[in-house]
């Protein structure tokens, strides 16, 4: 078991394929976080094709403004073994590395435990909730407050539709699988120390939103471009 200790900020780290929600989960993370008064900041990595192809999403979390994407992983969350073989070696000393149980076979001991997101999922009754595990047992590992996480679903979910309750219900049982998974495999890379808010309210923004906004008010009224990554959510914003 590695030593838990108290630390300012952590990088996350979630490898694959594109399309596997990668991105997603990142921004979930974030977003969870910046909830809960902390800052952050997100970097992706992803191939300009609709599916496949080697994708990374990184998040940084701190109790202080964030300036880079930081050096070494504190948690790295790999879905295949490709993911594995070319990110772990990006893994801090006291790092741990969460993998795709179906998909990846470390060889050897090391500071990492597998997961079968997509079964979990399926007992939760949300076969689309495979990324909830993941960041439940993501926030176990920071010790971030499980809550905040909880938080986010509700406020992600809630959008007038009759089934919204039971979705965010098997959301939330979907987050509670992966902290067991998580306190059970003994791992902990330490606990984030508690963050101080700034005297505003917070949002948290993608570089492309940033950039549509300060467009739009700047007075542009058109734009034309190509829907493919990363300049799709430039299209979607406009």
Not at 129 to 153: R, W
Not at 188 to 195: H, R, T
Not at 208 to 219: E, I, K, Q, V
């Amino acid at each position: 078991m590695t030593q838990k200790i108290k630390s300012k900020d952590f990088v996350i780290r979630f490898a694959g394929e594109g399309g596997q929600g990668l991105v997603t989960s990142a921004d979930a993370m974030a977003r969870a976080a910046t909830g809960a008064g902390f800052y952050c900041q997100t970097f992706s990595t992803f191939p300009s094709q609709i599916m496949g192809g080697p994708a990374s999403s990184q998040v940084r979390i701190s109790t202080t403004p964030v300036l880079s994407n930081g050096d070494a992983v504190d948690v790295l969350v790999v879905l295949n073994q490709y993911a594995f073989d070319n990110h772990i070696e990006d893994l801090s000393e006291n790092g741990v590395c969460i993998y795709n149980a179906q998909d990846c076979e470390p060889s050897g001991e090391g500071n990492y435990f597998g997961i079968n997101a997509d079964e979990l999922a399926k007992e939760s009754g949300n076969t689309r909730a495979a990324n909830m595990v993941i960041l439940g047992a993501v926030a176990t590992l920071i010790d971030f407050k499980i809550e905040s996480i909880e938080n986010f679903v509700r406020e992600r979910f809630s959008r007038g539709r009759d089934n919204d309750e039971e979705i965010i219900a098997s959301n939330i049982v979907a987050i509670g699988f992966g902290v067991d998974v998580a306190k059970k495999s003994g791992f902990s890379v330490g606990s984030l120390d508690d963050p101080i808010p700034p005297d505003y309210e917070q949002i948290m923004i993608t570089g492309n939103a940033a950039l549509s906004l300060g467009a739009t008010s700047a007075g542009l009224d058109s734009y034309y471009g190509y829907p493919i990554s990363p300049a799709t959510t430039i299209l979607i914003w406009m």
